[in-house]
């Protein structure tokens, strides 16, 4: 099941640093954004975060799924469900950005029909302290994509 996390219910914040390593960047947009939970047997295995960033315009910011659950297409049903939530609420186009060294990620965001449509050079060196590294390559840029509802 996935659902809204209400106001007065814990952050999943363990969760939301597996795909952002920077509290304070979590908190600013969680701050601002929709938090979506996914719960199996009463626990909370995955969650996704959904930001408006311009009008009519949604953006994800913020997949995550516990590492016992990953391969088992949980990723898929959050952002599966996040593009449903965004055609809800009236929004003609959702984006995603990952790091260029997130080749799963980016195979699953085009299977979920994201586009490619930039690239934002040294995006993690100028909003990150420390080096961040993902299959054995440092996280230096943001690929983003996006797509019409």
């Given at each position: 099941?996935?659902?809204?996390?209400?106001?007065?219910?814990?952050?999943?914040?363990?969760?939301l640093l597996l795909a952002d390593p920077s509290e304070k960047l979590?908190?600013?947009?969680?701050?601002?954004?929709?938090?979506?939970?996914?719960?199996?047997?009463?626990?909370?295995?995955?969650?996704?975060?959904?930001?408006?960033?311009?009008?009519?315009?949604?953006?994800?910011?913020?997949?995550?799924?516990?590492?016992?659950?990953?391969?088992?297409?949980?990723?898929?049903?959050?952002?599966?469900?996040?593009?449903?939530?965004?055609?809800?609420?009236?929004?003609?186009?959702?984006?995603?950005?990952?790091?260029?060294?997130?080749?799963?990620?980016?195979?699953?965001?085009?299977?979920?029909?994201?586009?490619?449509?930039?690239?934002?050079?040294?995006?993690?060196?100028?909003?990150?302290?420390?080096?961040?590294?993902?299959?054995?390559?440092?996280?230096?840029?943001?690929?983003?994509?996006?797509?019409?509802?």
């Amino acid at each position: 099941m996935i659902r809204a996390l209400k106001k007065d219910e814990k952050l999943p914040l363990d969760l939301l640093l597996l795909a952002d390593p920077s509290e304070k960047l979590v908190r600013e947009y969680i701050s601002r954004g929709k938090c979506f939970i996914m719960e199996r047997d009463g626990i909370i295995i995955g969650v996704y975060v959904l930001l408006p960033t311009r009008p009519e315009t949604v953006e994800i910011v913020n997949v995550a799924v516990k590492e016992d659950y990953h391969n088992q297409g949980y990723g898929k049903q959050l952002v599966l469900h996040a593009i449903e939530m965004a055609k809800d609420e009236g929004y003609k186009t959702i984006e995603i950005g990952t790091g260029n060294s997130g080749v799963i990620q980016l195979a699953l965001y085009q299977k979920c029909g994201f586009r490619m449509t930039s690239i934002d050079r040294d995006f993690f060196i100028r909003h990150y302290d420390k080096p961040i590294f993902e299959n054995g390559i440092q996280v230096i840029d943001m690929v983003r994509l996006s797509q019409d509802l």
